[in-house]
């Protein structure tokens, strides 16, 4: 066993630090597409390095394929709250497990689309406390490009940003949508009335993180939470052979390569302006290093 102190540190490479954050800002992060066991265990290990080494303050997470890919459990939702989940959103995949729909009605900190049917289960605004006494309004819609056919997305969050009351300047609206296109629109169209707006869904990170004109951060897609080793954290061979063949094949989760896609943004406290925004792209590994060297600050002291 190699000693302690001849353990090399985390090289500074692996962590790029962040900008500090500036003055009357807070930050925020939505971390993308939580897939089956790997992709929790992901997120539940890399909360407190969050939070510790990012200086992340809120953190909410696309949760639509925690459940072995598809849906969410009530287990999976109570684990994600206890492990320091500010607020939960959900996509075309909310109800594939029809328990969380208890949870959905029951819970103030968990929205699915605001674009399905107004008397389905849950609702579609989270208006989630995120400290100083400030609170932050959450809201979510699923696109209509190579999508099931559902409500205008647009109409829909502008419904919805209508019952936020305006002394809630912290808004983040997870837009889950197929086509790069629909996500753009969407930022447009909420520029200057929500802090960000942020895709999921596609399980891809996109390279297009910006502030729009108006002072909205917006990124197509925040990428995805699980194992890369895989078609957007499915097996591989399973998609392959059913897409190449023809036949309908269960498409497991995946094992390898597990990494956390997310992404923070600053907000402003007063103006809801986004300040800041920038991208995570952690392996697990990591993690194992943070815990690693750790245990090794601990040992000195
Ligand atoms: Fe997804
Ligand atoms: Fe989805």
């Known amino acids: 066993m190699i000693p302690p102190e001849h353990v090399p540190p985390i090289p500074a490479s692996l962590l790029e630090p962040l900008p500090p954050v500036?003055?009357?800002?807070?930050?925020?992060?939505?971390?993308?597409?939580?897939?089956?066991?790997?992709?929790?265990?992901?997120?539940?290990?890399?909360?407190?390095?969050?939070?510790?080494?990012?200086?992340?303050?809120?953190?909410?997470?696309?949760?639509?394929?925690?459940?072995?890919?598809?849906?969410?459990?009530?287990?999976?939702?109570r684990r994600l709250v206890e492990h320091g989940v500010d607020a939960i959103t959900l996509g075309d995949h909310a109800f594939r497990k029809r328990e969380i729909m208890e949870v959905l009605d029951s819970q103030p900190n968990i929205v699915r689309a605001a674009n399905w049917?107004?008397?389905?289960?849950?609702?579609?605004?989270?208006?989630?406390?995120?400290?100083?006494?400030?609170?932050?309004?959450?809201?979510?819609?699923?696109?209509?490009?190579?999508?099931?056919?559902?409500?205008?997305?647009?109409?829909?969050?502008?419904?919805?940003?209508?019952?936020?009351?305006?002394?809630?300047s912290i808004r983040l609206m997870d837009f889950h949508a197929e086509a790069t296109s629909d996500m753009q629109l969407m930022g447009r169209h909420l520029d200057g009335r929500v802090t960000a707006v942020l895709g999921t869904h596609t399980h891809v990170a996109t390279a297009?993180?910006?502030?729009?004109?108006?002072?909205?951060?917006?990124?197509?897609?925040?990428?995805?939470?699980?194992?890369?080793?895989s078609i957007l954290g499915r097996k591989i061979e399973a998609v392959h052979t059913a897409t190449i063949k023809g036949v309908p094949l269960p498409f497991q989760v995946a094992t390898e390569d597990v990494r956390l896609n997310g992404t923070w943004f600053d907000a402003h406290m007063e103006t809801g302006k986004c300040m800041q925004i920038g991208r995570i792209h952690w392996r697990e590994s990591l993690i194992d290093q943070f815990v690693a060297q750790a245990q090794r600050d601990r040992q000195v002291l």
């Open 117 to 168: 049917p107004a008397d389905g289960p849950g609702c579609s605004l989270a208006i989630v406390p995120i400290g100083d006494g400030l609170s932050m309004a959450v809201t979510t819609a699923v696109g209509r490009v190579f999508m099931k056919p559902v409500d205008c997305p647009f109409r829909a969050v502008d419904r919805i940003l209508a019952e936020v009351a305006p002394e809630v």
């Open 22 to 77: 500036p003055a009357g800002c807070t930050r925020i992060a939505l971390i993308g597409d939580v897939v089956g066991k790997p992709g929790m265990r992901m997120v539940c290990n890399a909360i407190p390095w969050l939070r510790r080494l990012l200086h992340i303050r809120t953190v909410v997470v696309n949760a639509e394929n925690a459940a072995d890919g598809s849906g969410l459990r009530c287990k999976d939702y």
């Open 208 to 229: 297009d993180e910006q502030i729009l004109p108006m002072g909205t951060g917006f990124q197509c897609d925040v990428g995805m939470t699980g194992p890369f080793q």
